[in-house]
């Protein structure tokens, strides 16, 4: 479970960044883009409640 919960901290981590990087580009809607953050928010914050439960280290 501290595996799951690192990959979707990282995850909600690396997508801000490729959705700046998209709305720089021209390719999505700034309205898009503010989703993009949001589900960002929503997967780094299910990874920190996991890594929580899962006793914060690797087993």
Request: glycine share 10%; proline share 3%; aromatic share 8%.
């Amino acid at each position: 479970m501290y595996t799951i919960a690192r990959f979707l901290q990282l995850l909600g981590l690396t997508i801000p960044l490729l959705a700046v990087v998209a709305q720089l580009n021209e390719n999505i809607s700034a309205g898009k883009m503010l989703g993009f953050l949001v589900a960002s928010v929503l997967f780094f914050s299910i990874g920190q409640v996991l890594q929580r439960v899962s006793g914060g280290s690797p087993k």
